[in-house]
């Protein structure tokens, strides 16, 4: 991506004055502030109407920038080098003399925290004297953003500044994985949690008890387009929308295609993308067929399972 001074500029400039741009990312848009101010961080909430007891995860632009505020370990060290900047958020413990605010953390101890990959992001953040909270942008419970025009139409003009990176390269958010003690993923995401086995040589567990949920933002409703959303469907019914994994030769309006051969990188991009289109629309449901639960699938179906909850 080719890169705009000036808009980073201006972006930085607003950022510094406490108020809310939101950014670019591989996986989603985020809507970013100043982590260290009470001031931004609280915007955050109010514009996302997000609950104050879900905390903000903080985007770094290396490590060096994020031992001010967090201690870290060899799980830590090993899956840094392999996938950042990237689709992987940690969560760790916070340190005595972090500057984090504690609205963004919700005076919990621990922080989550990510770098990057996006170019127009890194260069942003690599100019700034503070890391970025930055949840995904759009209003709680709904569908993320993967683009300029996605943020548009969740917020309007509420938000100054959007800082244009074209459409996210992954589309579905970060994989978090909590690493203050036995590794854990909290969240499915846009890194396949095979690949982290891999590097830390061990099976790691999905904590996924909606009883007992460690991260907040997991609750059963969640990335919803607004209208129901059936699973498993080999017919639809009159007047539903039907989402498919690879698009199939008969033309019907009603149908709608994550990918043209059905390649699981190229379904979790167009997404969030396809599920805002069939909104718009007027459908009133949608029919969603098999998708695979291999890779991103497994992402992919667990997105599509929290917004059936509808
Ligand atoms: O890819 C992503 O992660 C995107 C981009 C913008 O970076 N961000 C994103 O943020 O998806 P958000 O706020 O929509 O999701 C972050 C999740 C929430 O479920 C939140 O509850 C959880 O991270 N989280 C934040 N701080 C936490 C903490 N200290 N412990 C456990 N979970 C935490
Ligand atoms: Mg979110």
Redesign the pocket.
């Known amino acids: 991506m080719k890169i705009n001074l000036s808009n980073i500029k201006k972006a930085k400039k607003l950022l510094n004055l406490g108020e809310c741009v939101a950014i670019p990312?591989e996986?989603?848009?985020?809507l970013a502030g100043n982590a260290y101010s009470n001031k931004a961080c609280t915007k955050i909430f109010n514009l996302k109407k997000r609950p104050k007891n879900?905390?903000?995860?903080v985007?770094y632009y290396n490590k060096v920038d994020l031992k001010k505020d967090c201690d870290f370990n060899n799980n830590f060290s090993k899956l840094y080098k392999k996938f950042c900047p990237g689709?992987i958020?940690f969560?760790l413990n916070l340190r005595k003399n972090s500057k984090i605010s504690m609205i963004a953390?919700n005076k919990?101890r621990?922080?989550?925290v990510?770098f990057?990959k996006h170019s127009v992001t890194r260069n942003l953040l690599k100019r700034l004297k503070f890391p970025l909270a930055?949840?995904?942008?759009n209003i709680t419970t709904r569908v993320?953003a993967v683009c300029a025009a996605d943020i548009k139409e969740d917020f309007g003009k509420k938000i100054k500044y959007i800082l244009e990176g074209g459409k996210s390269s992954i589309g579905l958010?970060?994989t978090?994985v909590?690493l203050r003690n036995k590794p854990r993923i909290?969240?499915l995401?846009?890194l396949d949690i095979q690949k982290i086995q891999k590097v830390l040589n061990t099976k790691i567990k999905i904590h996924n008890n909606p009883k007992k949920i460690?991260?907040?933002?997991?609750s059963q409703l969640h990335y919803s387009p607004g209208i129901p959303i059936r699973l498993n469907v080999k017919k639809i019914k009159n007047k539903e929308a039907f989402l498919l994994i690879r698009k199939k030769r008969i033309k019907n309006p009603n149908y709608y295609y994550l990918s043209k051969k059905g390649n699981l990188n190229e379904a979790a991009k167009n997404l969030y993308s396809t599920l805002r289109k069939i909104k718009k629309n007027k459908y009133k449901s949608i029919a969603v067929s098999r998708i695979p639960n291999k890779g991103l699938g497994k992402t992919i179906n667990d997105r599509l399972i929290r917004a059936s909850k509808f």
Do not use: C, F, M
Not at 134 to 137: F, L, V, W
């Open positions: 990312t996986t989603v848009y985020g879900n905390p903000l995860i985007h689709p958020t969560i953390t919990k621990t922080l989550a990510r990057p930055a949840p995904s942008a993320s958010e970060s978090i909590d909290l969240r995401g846009g460690l991260a907040p933002g997991q």
